[in-house]
């Protein structure tokens, strides 16, 4: 079945610990985004590319690092630089206007 | 500074009433609206979406409305269902897609 996948589900690391969230998709879709949701935050935009070997910064990329060596792969790692790196994390793609979202990966560091 | 914004955290309605969930935007370049659902520990799903040039589209009992002199759009669901209940999420996009932060409807019996 076509669709976006991240893996896994939860995730625990310690403090200090850089820690990469993976995201693949067989949707053909060139753009793909990572979004962090807090309570009360919405989504709010880490890092974006909208072309394999391409990406932009979104409004809260500090402490987060991308690629995008492969059109199916955009993974995250979250670096010990990030303040608050506990949230749920939530990758998409998209071809036109609609983006389509993963099952998101609930990041716990202890 | 938010350029999605949705000023009402919550909202009930009573079942088989309609709701109305609202987003204002600030940035004029934007050229498509979303609306998504979410449930907790899950991916949103897209609902409907509205292209700028557009003032209405309709989907079912989905209804979304652009009103883009007031820079205002509102999703109207009749008649809401008890599944209804969620997290709604407008967002707007240019060369990338930014949310607001949410609206949670209740659905009440």
């Known amino acids: 079945d076509g669709g976006i996948t991240q893996s896994p589900k939860y995730l625990f690391r310690k403090e200090g610990q850089n820690v990469t969230l993976s995201c693949e998709q067989n949707l053909n879709h060139d753009a793909m985004y990572w979004y962090r949701q807090d309570p009360g935050q919405g989504l709010r935009l880490i890092y974006y590319?909208?072309?394999?070997?391409?990406?932009q910064k979104g409004d809260i990329a500090e402490g987060y690092s991308v690629s995008r060596e492969k059109k199916e792969s955009f993974p995250l790692t979250v670096t010990s630089a990030q303040k608050n790196p506990t949230a749920f994390y939530l990758c998409?793609?998209?071809?036109?206007?609609?983006?389509?979202f993963g099952q998101g990966t609930r990041l716990t560091v202890v | 500074d938010q350029q999605v914004k949705q000023n009402s955290p919550s909202l009930s309605v009573q079942e088989g009433r309609i709701s109305i969930l609202n987003c204002d935007y600030t940035n004029s370049m934007f050229d498509y609206f979303l609306w998504y659902k979410k449930y907790p520990a899950e991916g949103p799903t897209f609902l409907i979406s509205i292209s700028s040039i557009k003032d209405k589209n309709e989907d079912g009992r989905f209804t979304v409305f652009l009103n883009k002199s007031a820079k205002h759009l509102s999703l109207h669901i009749v008649p809401s269902q008890p599944g209804d209940s969620a997290v709604y999420f407008c967002a707007a996009r240019d060369d990338k897609i930014i949310f607001g932060k949410g609206t949670r409807l209740h659905i009440l019996p």
């Open positions: 998409a793609s998209s071809e036109g206007a609609e983006a389509f």
């Open positions: 590319s909208q072309i394999v070997n391409d990406f």
